[in-house]
């Protein structure tokens, strides 16, 4: 499993470059995300990716919140804890969820983060992480847990009959390996994604290049790979990974039986032997 890991140097690098970057917020202003909804307080500024990232006025603390497939607080604990951290004490009962507090030692001082991990009735639920210095941790933690207490779930609907665009895509890419390639200038890229039927996938990819003319080192690759769950919604296809990260193409048909449009790309229809 890929493990949706909040380190404790890449969050106070995404602390210091949110201030700066974030779009300025109004009066408090209730966010719709998939499958929930929070409050922003009045004035943050907010910004949007894998997940929102809400910084207060005076730019002293950060609040981050993304959805997660967890089951339990521990495996959540588990694969969001901050490396080299040291727990604050056990963690304490939350409306919906558990919350505990991660501290860290710095040349500045001590760096504070609060994780709120609330659960869904309908599987997954919400991780809300504040982040401050020593000195604003009180207002902060608050901060966190007000954002918190605003998360409601989408409530689960009665079974509707999909879409006639979703059934048929979702008929035609059930059990079927999706793949991209490019290649160009001494740069090739390819992404498999493994769709199946059961409604889980998995996703690997791979890069790598050289520099033309030099052979004696100039050549680099990389690789990786991610898991969760599919689902299509009208003609767009949902990739929610287990680290709490979610992936959208539109579905587009293209000449070849064997190839669709993905976000603009070709992708080859395949057959696929990882889900038997």
Known sequence: MMR????LSAVIVTFVTSVCCLGQGAAASRIQA???????????????????????????????VTSHHYNDFESALRDTTLEE???AGRPQDIK????????????????????????????????VIALSEGKNADSSFYSGLNI???????????????????????????GKHLLYLYSGNGYFEEKHIYLCSSGTFYQSTGSGGFTPGDSDGGSFAARGGKRGRWSVS??????????????EYNLTQRSANNEIGMNGRRYFVQSNANCS
């Open 96 to 127: 919906g969820g558990k919350t505990i507090r991660v501290t860290k030692r710095t040349a500045d001082g001590v760096a504070v983060v609060d994780l709120f991990v609330l659960f869904s009735p309908n599987g997954g639920g919400v991780i």
């Open 234 to 247: 009208g003609s767009v296809l949902v990739l929610q990974f287990q680290d709490g990260a979610v992936g």
């Open 148 to 174: 918190a207490n605003s998360v409601t779930f989408t409530q689960t609907a009665a079974p509707q009959r999909q879409s006639a665009a979703a059934s048929g895509w979702q008929a035609r890419l059930a």
């Open 34 to 64: 998939a499958g929930y909804s929070f409050t922003a307080p009045s004035g943050w500024k907010i910004r949007q990716d894998k997940g929102y990232a809400l910084v207060e006025p005076a730019g002293q603390s950060i609040v981050m």
């Open 85 to 87: 951290g040291e727990a």
């Open 4 to 7: 949706k890991q909040f380190w």
